[in-house]
């Protein structure tokens, strides 16, 4: 019983962030201005991130943990970059 509860669980998970990483890919193409693509490009890396966590759970792969980490640093600094490049006009002084 309860594995069938965690398995439904997962799925709806699944298809919940596989439906916010659409909505976030429709509004950073569309988004009217620059700040609302970097936000919808953020919110489609904690949305990648947390599917990779959720299928790790499900399958009990290691490799999707590690991919999840991988997907959260380079959408924080990516993020990073991306707003001081929206604020200053350059990355690096």
């Known amino acids: 019983m309860t ?3 965690l398995r439904f ?4 998970a699944q298809i919940a962030l596989i439906l916010a990483l659409a909505l976030a890919c429709w509004r ?3 988004g009217p201005r ?3 693509r970097v936000l919808a ?3 489609m890396y904690m949305n990648a991130m947390l599917l990779f966590l959720v299928i790790g ?3 009990g792969n290691v490799f999707f943990f590690e991919g999840a980490l991988v997907i959260a640093v380079l959408g924080f600094v990516t993020t990073v970059c991306a707003a001081k490049f ?3 006009g350059e990355v690096i002084e």
């Open 9 to 12: 669980a997962l799925g709806y």
């Open 86 to 88: 929206l604020m200053r």
């Open 34 to 36: 620059a700040q609302d």
């Open 28 to 30: 950073m193409l569309r």
């Open 57 to 59: 759970m499900g399958n």
């Open 3 to 5: 594995a069938e509860i």
């Open 41 to 43: 490009l953020d919110t």
